[in-house]
């Protein structure tokens, strides 16, 4: 946990809210991020799904509550979303390819910021759209550094291997290949939070035609420089008093 705040309930109960950040967590997972007492996880877990902050998926697992998108939603507009624009548009130009940030949500992805190519043939993908977590380059980079039992579990019936999930942790950047839809191919990379944690992953993406068999090759420095700003930016705006 972090430094805490001298109210000792508080902070137990703020590491659990982002220890469920990155998706849905078993209640023996939430005590080995957490380094909280079985009980007490349990204990506070349950008095926050009461409040609507925590909920529960169909497997039972604690994951981030309705409550918390109301609550954002009152606070003013998400500060991913805000900073991202900017920087998805500066992609959009230097690469002439539709561009997105996808965030997992439960077990999609979802796109939460997005700056399409604006003629030609382009890779449409709207803002809100959800997306399986079992094909596509940011899907990978989702998976990519998660733990190993959420790991193992994202693979199923994926498109893609834990090799291919090693490669993208080692190069920090994924491609894909008509694994989402035929002919269209992309490249993510991690976007992350204050903590170092994968928050978000941003991509380009269009035809194979356009960005060949190898997008990576090509368009993988553009794709972790864009992605790497905007880590950069969130943690810049986190330490502002």
């Known amino acids: 946990m972090t430094t805490g705040s001298g109210v000792g309930v508080l902070d137990k109960a703020a590491a659990i809210l982002n220890a469920l950040e990155n998706g849905p967590t078993t209640l023996s997972q939430l005590v080995e991020l957490t380094q909280i007492s079985r009980p007490t996880v349990h204990r506070i877990a349950q008095s926050l799904a009461h409040h609507g902050l925590v909920g529960r998926d169909l497997h039972g697992r604690f994951e981030l509550g309705s409550r918390l998108v109301e609550l954002a939603s009152a606070a003013g ?7 991202a624009g900017p920087i998805l548009l500066k992609l959009r130009d230097q690469t002439g390819e539709s561009t997105q940030v996808f ?7 979802v796109c939460i910021a997005s700056a399409e190519r604006p003629v030609g043939l382009r ?4 803002v809100g759209t959800q997306l399986s977590m079992k094909a596509g380059s940011a899907a990978q980079v989702l998976l990519a550094w998660e733990d190993n039992e959420r790991m193992i579990d994202g693979l199923h019936h994926a498109r893609f291997t834990p090799t291919i999930l090693a490669g993208v942790r080692r190069r920090g950047w994924a491609q894909s290949l008509g694994e989402r839809e035929p002919g269209v191919a992309s490249v993510s990379a991690p976007i992350r939070g204050q903590s170092g944690r994968v928050i978000a992953a941003l991509s380009m993406s269009g035809p194979i035609e356009r960005l060949t068999r190898q997008p990576g090759k090509i368009f993988h420095e553009s794709v972790v420089a864009a992605a790497n700003e905007l880590s950069e930016l969130l943690r810049a705006q986190a330490e502002r008093p």
């Open 123 to 126: 890779d449409t993908i709207p």
């Open 103 to 109: 965030r997992k949500q439960g077990d999609f992805r």
């Open 77 to 83: 507009e998400d500060r991913l979303v805000s900073a």
